[in-house]
């Protein structure tokens, strides 16, 4: 069965989304910009999710986590929750 590693950010608008994936990919750290602006607990662990499979996860989450380059940053991905940046980095 396939794993994935991960991180991500929530928020709760697209525009807050592009703002902070536009300052991530200005240099700035993604586990920072997730602490500070995330509003999922996750942000205490700089958005880690750890290991996880796919249906572990909503389905829009695993359509980007189990088919996305490894580090690389994507979104805007809107679940029932927000908007999402995400991270995988790594998969098996």
């Known amino acids: 069965m396939s794993q994935a590693a991960a ?16 300052e991530i990919e200005g240099g700035k750290d993604f586990a920072e910009v997730a602490q500070a602006h995330s509003n999922c607990p996750s942000k205490a662990q700089g958005g880690d999710l750890g290991t996880f499979g796919p249906g ?6 695993d359509k980007v986590v189990f088919s996305a380059p490894l580090n690389e940053v994507q979104g805007p991905v809107q679940t029932q929750f927000g908007y999402h940046l995400l991270e995988v980095t790594a998969r098996s």
Request: hydrophobic share 45%.
């Open 56 to 61: 572990q996860m909503v389905p829009e989450f």
């Open 7 to 22: 991180r991500h950010l929530l928020v709760d608008t697209e525009e807050q989304c592009l703002a902070l994936k536009a």
